[in-house]
Structure formats: structure tokens, C-alpha cells
């Protein structure tokens, strides 16, 4: 690996393996096969995971790109089944006022046919929950630091996380109980890190079924200029 000095800032020579047109074809059309083999999965077996994996997702999901590199993100895993059942109690105590009255008659609707509903046993079923916090600044050595595109940074460490947890093998479902400051308060963050996401991992339970739903064709997504 060459260094080199620009503008008094360090640098590193960076390439990519040189690859064929046919070769490249072949890795994005493999990529493509296992992401989209990908389901949200509400049932999950309470089977252990290993924690070198959980690390490895989080690794992955640190790699993301984000605004200026701040990284603006913190992982929670929570394994502690007193904590997951206090999660619980509270994402339901929510879900039950969104499902019985916070959510329009519209949404209820829109939601049929993927069978949700207030209960979420997931929560202390899967063997850990991800719970991804977003950094509206850092701090360093009590001072603090500005951090840019935030939500944007924290989507796109997410994206890397869910396509990661599908590699290893895993589900997950993107649940995002409304409002989720309670997860904050759980977990005892600091008040400049707000909840973002919780991912409950594990493996999916034996005969489990998900909703038949496609995907938009390439035709309906895609505009070539
Ligand atoms: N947060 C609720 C409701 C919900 C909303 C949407 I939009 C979904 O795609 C799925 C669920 C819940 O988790 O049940």
C-alpha cells in the first residue's frame, strides 16, 4: 500500500481487483440473488446466536460511508432478557395506542395484509436485539463535535446492517415502535444519541410463513437518461 501527503493530509493508493465485464456481471447478479432472497420475518427461535457474528454485523455496519465520516451511530445489542422483556412491555404499550387510535384508518388498512399487530413476541424471542441509535452530534473530551447528514449516515449504516444479518444467515424485521424514546431511557443513552431502529435478530422459527408480496419490476423503478 502506497502513502502519500495532499494538501498535508495522509493518503493511501486504492484499487479494486481488476475484474471482466462478464466477471462483474456475474458478482452483481449473485449479489442480487442472495439480497433479494431476503424477508421480514416476525417469528424468530429463541436458538443463540454467536456473539463473533453480532460483531461481525456491527463491524459491517460501522463501514458505511456517512457525512464527513463522522459516523454518527451507536449500536446497542441487547441479549438480557429483563431488558428485552422491559422493551417489550413498552414497544406494546405503544403499538396498542398506534393500532387502536394513533394510526388512520388508511395505514390499518395498508397494513392487512402483512398481519401486524400491536403484540410484538419477537422482542423477547429472537436471542438479541439491535437497537441502532443516531448521534445529533458527538462529543470528544466534553467537547462538541458537529455531525452532517445524520439520518442519511445512519439509513445507509442500517442498509449495510440488514444486508449483513441476511449473509449470515439471520432475520430480521425493521421495527420502528412510535414514539421510541423509551428505548433511550431503557438503555440509559446519553440525551444527544435518539433511537433510531431496532432490529431483532436471530434465526427464523421452523415453519415460519411471510406475507406473498412482490417487489416493483425494474420497468416501474428505473429511469435510464
Ligand atoms: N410500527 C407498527 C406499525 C407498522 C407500520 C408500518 I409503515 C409497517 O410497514 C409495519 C408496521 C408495527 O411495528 O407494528
Known amino acids: ?22 466477471e462483474s456481471i456475474e458478482k452483481s447478479v449473485d449479489f442480487f440473488h442472495s439480497l433479494s432472497q431476503r424477508r421480514t420475518v416476525r417469528e424468530f427461535s429463541t436458538r443463540p446466536i454467536p456473539e463473533e ?14 457525512g464527513a465520516n463522522k459516523q454518527p451511530w451507536t ?30 384508518a388508511n395505514w390499518i388498512q395498508d397494513l392487512k395484509h402483512l398481519g401486524t399487530d400491536w403484540e ?17 452530534y458527538g462529543i470528544k473530551n466534553g467537547q462538541k463535535i458537529q455531525h452532517y447528514y445524520v439520518s442519511e449516515s445512519v439509513g445507509i449504516a442500517c442498509g449495510f446492517l440488514i444486508a449483513a444479518i441476511h449473509q449470515a444467515g439471520l432475520v ?26 431496532l432490529l431483532p435478530i436471530g434465526f427464523a422459527k421452523e415453519e415460519t410463513y411471510v406475507p406473498d408480496i412482490e417487489k416493483k419490476s425494474l420497468e416501474d423503478i428505473l429511469v435510464y437518461y
Open 1 to 22: 500500500m502506497k502513502r502519500k501527503e495532499i494538501d498535508g493530509f495522509p493518503y493511501v493508493s486504492y484499487s479494486r481487483p481488476r475484474i471482466t465485464d462478464s
Open 53 to 66: 457474528v453480532i460483531n461481525n454485523l456491527i463491524k459491517t455496519a460501522g463501514s458505511a460511508p456517512s
Open 75 to 104: 449500536f446497542c445489542v441487547v441479549r438480557n432478557p429483563h431488558l428485552k422483556k422491559q422493551i417489550r412491555i413498552a414497544a406494546e404499550a405503544e403499538e396498542k395506542l398506534n393500532y387502536s387510535s394513533r394510526m388512520s
Open 120 to 136: 410484538k413476541p419477537f422482542l423477547e424471542d429472537a436471542p438479541a436485539l439491535l437497537v441502532v441509535f443516531k448521534q445529533s
Open 172 to 197: 430480521t424485521v425493521t421495527h420502528t415502535p412510535s414514539p421510541m424514546n423509551f428505548l433511550a431511557s431503557i438503555l440509559n443513552r446519553p440525551s444527544h444519541e435518539k433511537p433510531f431502529l
